[in-house]
C-alpha cells in the first residue's frame, strides 16, 4: 500500500495520544483486575466497524513489539492503516505468531491455533481482544477468582464453544486472557480466573 493509499484511510485516534492512552490502558489493567466487571472506554472514536473501546483496547496495547492477527472481519484498509500508523504494529497471517488477536463472535469456536504461552514463559501467550455487540444478554455464568470476592454473575452473549475452546487452551499458568468490548465499554477475564456454568466449571 503506498503512502497515498495510507493517508487516504488515516483518521485521528486519541484526541490527546498520551493521556487517552493512559488513561485507556488503565482501565484495560482494571478490567483484568476486577473480572467481569465493566470498565468505561470512551477515549477513542469508531473505526472502519471497530466500535470505540475495541479501537481504544488497540491504540492502548498495540506497538511495533506486538504482532497482531486480525479477523477476517477486521482485515480492511482503513484499520490496517490507521493501526499501521498510530500503532506501528506488525499484522500476521498465522495465529501462531500473534501476541494479540482481534476477534468478533464467529472466530471464537476455534482458538487452537492461539499461543498459549508456556510453562517458561506463559506472558508470552496471546491476548484476545473480542468485539461484541452487547457485555449482556447471554447465559448467566459464575466466575471466580482473583480479584473476585467470592463469586460474581456475568451473561456475556457467548456461545457455548467460546467456554469449551478456553478450557482447552487453559493449563495456568498457561492460558488465554481476553477483553471482551462492545460500544464503550470493556469486560476483562485473565486465564487465572474460573468460570462456572450452573454446578459445572465451564472453564
Not at 175 to 188: T, Y
Amino acid at each position: 500500500m503506498t503512502v497515498e493509499h495510507v493517508s487516504h484511510w488515516l483518521q485521528p485516534a486519541f484526541n490527546d495520544p498520551v493521556l487517552d492512552a493512559q488513561v485507556s490502558f488503565r482501565a484495560a489493567l482494571k478490567a483484568l483486575a476486577e473480572p467481569g466487571l465493566v470498565q468505561g472506554m470512551d477515549r477513542a472514536l469508531a473505526l472502519d466497524g471497530l466500535q470505540p473501546a475495541t479501537y481504544a483496547l488497540c491504540l492502548a496495547f498495540l506497538d511495533a513489539d506486538t504482532p497482531l492477527w486480525l479477523a477476517p472481519r477486521f482485515d480492511t484498509a482503513a484499520i490496517r492503516a490507521n493501526l499501521a500508523f498510530h500503532c506501528g504494529c506488525p499484522i500476521v497471517a498465522e495465529r501462531e505468531m500473534a501476541l494479540f488477536a482481534l476477534l468478533d463472535e464467529p472466530e471464537l469456536s476455534d482458538l487452537s491455533a492461539f499461543d498459549n504461552g508456556s510453562e517458561r514463559y506463559p506472558d508470552q501467550s496471546c491476548t484476545l481482544l473480542i468485539q461484541l455487540e452487547a457485555l449482556d444478554g447471554g447465559s448467566l455464568l459464575r466466575w471466580r477468582g482473583p480479584g473476585i470476592r467470592d463469586v460474581r454473575a456475568v451473561n456475556l452473549p457467548l456461545a457455548a464453544a467460546f467456554w469449551q475452546q478456553r478450557s482447552a487452551r487453559s493449563a495456568f499458568p498457561r492460558g488465554l486472557d481476553a477483553f471482551f468490548a462492545a460500544g464503550q465499554q470493556v469486560i476483562g477475564l485473565p486465564r487465572s480466573t474460573r468460570v462456572l456454568f450452573n454446578l459445572e466449571e465451564a472453564a
